[in-house]
């Protein structure tokens, strides 16, 4: 997908005009939010749970060289095949390759944000193969070209009238249909895709390294289908995926489907270990695992940034963000948006190309205390701007600002002084107690959609003078 | 790329080298707490209807094919698929019900399945119970006995045998999708109707 | 028992009330208070903003400037979290600094906090009867220093009716620097929030942070919304000031 996280801040003010999005998102993270916050008082293990996931994912990236090697052994034993990619042009070269050599012509694919970062259906349309999304988010996106905007409600920036009007005109359905009609039709269109479909392309939310499982996790049934009815399985995952032991895999599915959806378990949770195997007449002939750096190993190799990528993909840092509730996920400019987005997208991208994005946040601290594996999101948002300062990124008055700023919140005397001044000449330009009209660039853009207090006639520390000896008070 | 490459470039960026010690991963402290037989089949009702799905017990089962029949007419269902187990191969299936042409064609997919989760109100299912029967068909019915009832994914994990299946699919109620303004709406690709017909006590 | 206080930068500069009302609190709860006058600011703008060897050496002159004294106490959660939560990381390799920081973040305490674990008290002779009060909880307040019950138990027992708004505990959007940074961001969110107050229909708003009134009330004054706004000291002391008066 085009990036545009240059222009963080000019999307966003787009996305803040666009009055059908504002609703859409702000129904869409409240539901989210609501049914999450529930979902987790239920578990009064919840906070364990939630530690030991973090701890089990650092521990895994940590050792990661080890638990792949084991993952890709496993998988080979079962006789599956391991490709890798060292980026997206090279992930594209192998699954073009592996659908031209199989007489592929159309491909079922289920949700994957990483094939979305890659571009991988614009690479299959380039060699002829016919790529369909067969998640209903996905498909809405397809078929009005879209790209999603949450992790996982892709299409969640869409209104019903916006979806009913696009399936009337793709689909035929009514021009007033509810949303039964519009799932049903989406079901029987789709449904003939998975019949004739020759391979399905689905992304790995665990690849388990012990026994080699892949670990899917959805709600409609379309991974199942996915998974099922074509000749040919092919599962992409980045490299950092991999968890040690089936056994871990209860606590991790119950903080993601509890935070992801608000779900005690999601509807559909497959283990898949292998392609079919002599005696089973159902499931995939062939089975295929592509493993993507495209980046993540400079981030890994970051000991900071490395927490990032314990990340399962829930969303739930997006639903709480403040900042992502009001401009949702496309106006963060990539595949992944809200704080972990911008905490990510910096160390896959590099920081100049995405350099406003740790800037969209209040350090309000919301994200980092649903995370469920508990990346230090708030943390790793200042380290992004840390850097920036440190390589020159903030630019000259800001740098300028700050050093003054510095300089005198350390002389007292110079700090009454100056602020004194400050307070004169703010005054000077208020009314009523309000500023009026900033002529600092600071201030100009508060004052556009908000006022601002006049300064004190008498800071506190004059007031302190009197006070200090007032004993009235009592 | 290579697999050695690859692995090579994740073993650089860690700053490790062949053969470096890997310490044990942390491990969860076991809380299961004890469960009474006869709370797992309430308990699993409850969750499974929690979750959309419905839950039918019967006494033995001889009383399935009653069971079925009920629901055939209730959904006016025809064509049937069935999974692999034993348990269903041996079942007394109701006469309207006939065997599907072709998969694509059946309306009632039955299967047994190989656990009950009790804490999630969840069925595992493999097979060909996985693949097809339990998938392509608008309506899924399981049957389940008491004894493939347990607490949670742990024990059932536990109890999976030396061989990990080729697929095991842990289903909760019946397909859904909020994907349009998150409101729910089921059947949008697997099975709209999930019931599971719990067999009390198997026998005559 | 006596006890600095640390007014804040933006309380000191645009909110003196805020920091005398703070003043007549404690003394009305017998401590005594000393204002060390050397304070500035405790650094927070630098370094959310990322220039972590500017706000080092704030930090450096607030832990000389705070030597010494039992507790500290501040009007403000966003301020105590710099000093809770990030002193001591920005000293993480300078031992000595550490320590002292280490020390200073065990002795600060925002004013509620303060009032209701360290003092003991929830009932402080206050009147707010009457009153219905929608308490925002500042972000840096409830997730970085842990205060969620204090301000409630005390506006509660000068009985106020506590008004639990919508989205009370979600950010006002202020975020310092971030507020004008990302401007537009900023004030939408500001907005979102401004609405719920509306909508509470609260007499006053109150928080623990002048920083999060400041941006909520400079919102609602240009969308025309008149619920009173006041920081948690300013209504207490009022409160007691009432009390005061009847008695």
Not at chain 1, 410 to 427: C, H
Not at chain 2, 118 to 140: E, F, I, K, Q, Y
Request: aromatic share 6%; proline share 5%; charged share 25%.
């Amino acid at each position: 997908m085009k990036i545009t996280t240059k222009t963080f801040a000019a999307n966003a003010r787009e996305a803040l005009n666009d009055t059908q999005l504002k609703t859409a998102m702000k129904r869409a993270t409240a539901a989210f939010v609501g049914k999450r916050n529930q979902a987790v008082a239920e578990r009064e293990d919840f906070e364990e749970l939630r530690s030991y996931c973090g701890a089990v994912k650092a521990h895994t990236l940590d050792y990661l060289d080890h638990y792949l090697e084991q993952l890709v052994t496993s998988v080979e034993r079962l006789g599956g095949q391991v490709h890798f990619a060292a980026d997206g042009v090279e992930a594209n070269q192998i699954v073009r390759e592996l659908a031209l050599t199989n007489d592929v012509e159309t491909v079922v694919k289920a949700k994957s944000m990483l094939s979305e970062e890659i571009e991988l259906n614009e690479a299959l349309e380039a060699a002829g193969v016919t790529p369909i999304e067969t998640d209903l988010g996905e498909y809405i996106l397809q078929l009005d070209h879209d790209v999603p905007s949450h992790i996982i409600g892709p299409a969640i920036h869409k209104t019903k009238e916006q979806i009913t009007a696009l399936f009337h005109e793709h689909l035929g359905t009514p021009e007033d249909a509810d949303i039964p009609t519009l799932t049903a039709a989406a079901r029987q269109t789709l449904r003939e895709g998975f019949l004739q479909a020759d391979m399905g392309i689905t992304g790995v939310n665990f690849a388990v390294a012990e026994t080699g499982t892949l670990v899917l996790v959805e709600n409609e049934g379309n991974i199942r289908l996915t998974t099922s009815l074509p000749r040919i399985h092919l599962a992409i995952m980045g490299l950092e995926k991999v968890i040690p032991r089936l056994e871990d895999l209860p606590a991790f599915l119950t903080v993601l489907s509890r935070s992801a959806t608000g779900q005690r378990a999601s509807s559909y949770v497959s283990l898949l270990t292998g392609a079919r195997r002599p005696g089973e007449e159902e499931g995939p002939e062939a089975f295929h695992l592509l493993i993507i750096d495209n980046g993540r190993s400079a981030v890994l190799a970051d000991p900071k940034l490395r927490d990032a990528l314990r990340c399962i993909r829930c969303g739930a840092c997006l639903n709480s963000c403040p900042v992502y509730q009001q401009v949702g996920g496309h106006a963060y400019g990539w595949v992944y948006s809200g704080p972990i987005g911008a905490v990510l997208d910096p160390g896959l991208l590099g920081l100049e190309e995405t350099k406003q994005l740790p800037q969209a946040s209040s350090l309000c601290g919301a994200c980092g205390e649903v995370c469920p594996v508990k990346i230090p999101l708030p943390e790793l948002l200042i380290e992004h701007r840390r850097r920036a300062v440190e390589r020159g990124l903030s630019g000259r008055p800001e740098r300028a600002g700050v050093g003054a700023f510095a300089f005198v919140a350390t002389r007292p005397r110079l700090w009454e002084l100056s602020t004194a001044m400050g307070r004169g000449g703010g005054r000077a330009l208020s009314r009523d107690g309000y500023l009026q009209g900033g002529w600092l660039p600071l201030l100009k853009s508060w004052l556009e959609e908000r006022d601002f207090p006049a300064p004190a006639a008498t800071s506190f520390r004059q007031r302190w003078r009197e006070l200090a000896t007032d004993r009235d008070d009592r | 790329m290579k697999r050695s490459d690859f692995i090579d470039r994740v073993r650089g960026a860690l700053h490790r080298s062949v053969g470096d010690p890997v310490e044990p991963a942390p491990v969860l402290r076991e809380h299961q707490d004890a469960w009474d037989p006869d709370a797992l089949a309430a308990r699993f009702s409850a969750e499974l209807e929690a979750a959309g799905g419905r839950a039918i017990a019967v006494a033995t089962k001889a009383e399935v094919s009653p069971a079925l029949e009920a629901l055939a007419d209730e959904f006016g269902l025809e064509r049937y698929l069935l999974g692999g187990e034993e348990l269903v191969a041996t079942l007394n299936l109701p006469s309207r019900l006939r065997p599907a042409d072709e998969p694509a064609e059946a309306d009632i997919g039955i299967t047994g399945a190989r656990f009950g989760l009790a804490d999630t109100g969840t069925v595992v299912l493999s097979g060909r119970s996985a693949r097809l029967a339990g998938l392509l068909p608008m309506h899924h019915v399981i049957v389940l006995t008491r004894e493939q009832l347990v607490p949670s994914m742990a024990e059932a994990l536990a109890r999976r045998g030396a061989e990990t299946p080729s697929s095991w699919v842990q289903a909760t109620g019946p397909s859904r999708t909020a994907d349009i303004e998150l409101t729910l709406s089921t059947g949008v690709h697997g099975p709209g109707v999930l019931v599971v017909m719990l067999v009390l006590e198997i026998g005559e | 028992m006596r006890v600095a206080l640390f007014a804040t930068c933006l309380a000191d500069q645009l909110f003196p009330e805020v920091a005398v009302a703070t003043v007549r609190l404690l003394r009305h709860l017998d401590v005594e208070v000393d204002f060390p006058e050397r304070q500035t600011c405790c650094g927070q703008p630098a370094y959310n903003a990322g220039y972590h060897q500017e706000s080092r050496d704030i930090a450096a002159h607030h832990l000389e400037v705070f030597a010494g004294y039992e507790y500290v106490v501040l009007p403000s959660g966003s301020c105590g979290a710099m000093v809770k939560s990030h002193y001591p990381e920005l000293f993480a390799e300078a031992p000595e600094r550490y320590s002292s920081a280490r020390d200073l973040a065990a002795r600060t305490f925002e004013l509620s906090t303060f009032i209701v674990e360290v003092l003991g008290r929830a009932e402080i002779g206050a009147d707010l009867g009457g009153l219905r009060a929608s308490y925002h909880d500042s972000c840096h307040a409830l997730r970085f220093m842990g205060v969620r019950e204090a301000p409630r138990r005390l506006l509660q027992a000068a009985g106020a009716e506590l008004v639990e708004t919508e989205g009370h505990d979600v950010c006002c959007g202020f975020g310092g620097l971030f507020s004008v940074k990302m401007a537009a961001i900023s004030a939408a969110m500001a907005e979102t929030k401004a609405h719920n107050i509306a909508a509470s229909e609260a007499d006053v708003l109150t928080s623990t942070d002048a920083g999060c009134l400041m941006q909520l009330q400079g919102s609602m004054r240009r969308q025309g919304i008149g619920t009173r706004v006041e920081h948690l000291a300013e209504l207490l002391w009022h409160g007691v000031e009432r009390a005061g008066a009847a008695g």
